[in-house]
């Protein structure tokens, strides 16, 4: 019989410990970078949210220059050879982040939402989150292999304190960092950071909206195809939106490139044509377009085109050099599309728009599960989860190997 | 610009399809298997529950020895090659189950618990699942990957229908293969193949059963971090339950060797060592101990020993050469074990309880993404849900690589 193994058991000991302590302390930390964050964002957002549209088609092009002069400089101060992106810091730089150019991402997003531009919140704060704890990890000396997980805790905390869902944020983080697997040595930190930055995010008065799904009746199979099906067409408007967002980034770099523009004015030039487009394509699309979104959990009828609009203006917004985040549209576009094609199968559309949101966000950041745990911390309730499920699992499958996150590693093939 | 990839899109399409034909009818095949396996079971157990102390001590020998016979004379007929397991279906043998011996289990589970031994009913569950569905597999002539993902998806279904807990069952169908890694490319069909055969179980009358966890406050960290100690003792008393069935396993192994036993004889030398506890030990362990588990979840205060009992039984049932499930054990143990140190560290009970299920769950099996969408599903509710997860991983750590199977393969280190 083998003996006992008291070393390992103490090893674990030790390392469930060791995270409960330094993730704790980390996540706080990150969860008080992102509610200044998020207070800024909202005071710069509630000054221009609703300002008369002539005023808004000014704001556009002057947001694209400043936030093209505040990237172009910013960027040529960091003269290390670390990338400001929490991918590569994962993947490549070993867990290490450019400390000097912190602010500048969270202050470009400040401008392109408080402009008008069509983006998301949570890109910041992933990054103030890989950024505070490759900070930790540095000041702390911890090898590269802690150093590693502190920082993929750190995304998973900034995502944790922007939509209130912990353990949803916490396993995004972790599942976003290569297609088809989860590490199961990060969920630890992942959720013991995300759980601290939620909850001093909540102390620092960061307001979060949970939804409440009409009552289901018991489990039917043609609902759950249905929603399956639901899962599929949501699939396919992820994978026009990733692949609008990409085209328009190739087709401005390409523009830049061959026309010798500098690069600042790219973005003002995107502003001129957002500014354009809101002539015929409604306000509420530009910004992060919550309140569209809030709508569709509500079971207001959606436009069957709505998704391109925002996917339109979002690829355009990020791909003429604002920044932004790009999980935000996709909640968005879920909502949206879901409701609006739920109406078509037949179906409840809170439970459309619901279905929709988990759905795209499963394809277009290939997180499946992570998707499926925000449905639970968004929507509550243990009915609705099958069906959820289901969607967001074909919606995943449907997009193929594509990504919003041309950085995000394939790990392994879905086929 | 690269060119629009219409082919990747109409594989994934076709792939959809395909899996929700493919597995939708074997998820119903399954369940309806599982759902007959089922009310044999109940018929029986519903026969000897509440006998007097003396049948009852007559009748565990008998069932030993019953089982005994079963097994090893059916085993016999056994010519070919293949194992009868749902981890060599699926790792070494191809997706191929050995076809006339797929009624030993499930009976042998029935004489099991049917006569007092202590043990679950999920086994014989996906064992009927991963059986049926390599049958399918092999009617319809799939090549090996193929094969692979149906019997793997028919593990799920059965697992799916034992406990009400489609999306549960089926993650944990494709998480319990291998530590550390969940098959992304094997969820659709887990979970399409969970869903028809959860939806065919009801239509065939098996009872599930679903908690109310009472109304917990907003977000609290010491709650949190209160949870996640609870997870780490419960992740010890996993260890210990796992240590106590290798150990019988072993100890049983080297006496039958050593002393030349007649191999049907060991269940009878089991039973009759089971008779003699149970003169000590509640009969509340015995069998599936659900009534125990409900007194737990509602709230009842629970022994602190008591899931040393319930991993005694188990151990010495499954041990000695009887047949059964050791998932259900988990439950009862977790809920047990839970609901005891909540009282120990000041928590609520009930959440002790569910938080004690999910992660003794989640460490022996090594399933914590699985254990956490048994919460969801078992508990329903979101606030709940980081409680259950920081405490699961916790769980899932503290075990170490030790496994209740023997069979999972480690695909990665968790340290």
Chains 1, 2 share one sequence.
């Not at 400089?73 to 150019?101: C, E, H, W």
């Not at 995010?201 to 039917?220: D, E, T």
């Not at 569709?296 to 917004?317: C, N, Q, R």
């Not at 879920?334 to 795209?360: E, K």
Request: glycine share 12%.
């Amino acid at each position: 019989m083998r003996r006992f193994d008291f070393i390992e058991l103490a090893v674990m000991l030790a390392t469930v410990v060791q995270w409960l302590v330094l993730a704790t302390i980390t996540g706080a930390i990150i969860g008080t970078g992102t509610s200044l964050f998020l207070h800024g964002l909202f005071f710069a957002t509630d000054r221009t949210a609703d300002v008369p549209l002539w005023l808004q088609t000014l704001l556009l092009p002057v947001g694209g220059l400043l936030n093209g002069l505040l990237l172009y400089y910013g960027y040529r101060a960091n003269t290390g050879d670390l990338k400001d992106s929490i991918f590569a810091a994962v993947n490549t730089q070993s867990g290490r982040m450019p400390f000097r150019t912190i602010l500048i991402k969270p202050i470009a997003a400040i401008i392109t939402l408080g402009s008008g531009g069509s983006a998301g919140k949570e890109g910041p704060c992933s990054h103030i989150g890989a950024s505070l704890a490759s900070a930790v990890g540095q000041a702390l000396r911890l090898n590269t292999e802690l150093r590693l997980r502190i920082v993929a805790c750190g995304v998973s905390a900034g995502f944790a304190s922007v939509f209130g869902t912990p353990i949803a944020g916490a396993i995004y983080g972790v599942e976003v960092l290569a297609i088809g697997r989860v590490r199961h040595d990060f969920l630890l930190p992942a959720i013991v950071a995300g759980a601290a930055s939620y909850h001093v995010s909540i102390l620092w008065g960061v307001p979060y909206q949970y939804y409440q799904l009409p009552a289901l009746p018991g489990f039917s199979e043609t609902l759950f195809l249905k929603t399956t099906v639901l899962g599929v067409i949501c699939g396919i408007v992820a994978l026009v939106f990733v692949e609008f967002v990409y085209r328009t980034a190739w087709l401005s770099v390409h523009l830049r490139n061959r026309f010798k523009v500098w690069p600042p004015l790219m973005p003002l030039g995107g502003g001129v044509l957002l500014a354009l487009l809101i002539l015929i394509i409604p306000t509420d699309y530009l910004g992060l377009s919550l309140s569209l979104m809030d709508r569709a959990l509500a079971g207001e009828p959606m436009p069957y085109f709505g998704f391109l609009w925002k996917s339109l203006l979002v690829a355009i917004t990020i791909g003429s050099g604002f920044y932004g985040g790009i999980v935000t549209p996709q909640f968005v576009i879920g909502a949206v599309a879901g409701s609006a094609f739920a109406h078509l199968l037949g179906m409840d559309a809170m439970l459309g728009a619901a279905v929709g949101l988990t759905s795209v966000v499963a394809a277009a950041s290939n997180t499946p599960i992570a998707a499926v745990l925000m449905g639970v911390e968004l929507f509550g309730g243990s009915i609705g989860t099958v069906y959820i499920a289901g969607a967001a699992i074909a919606a995943y499958l449907m997009i193929g190997h594509r990504s919003i996150y041309p950085e995000q590693r394939l790990a392994y093939s879905k086929s």
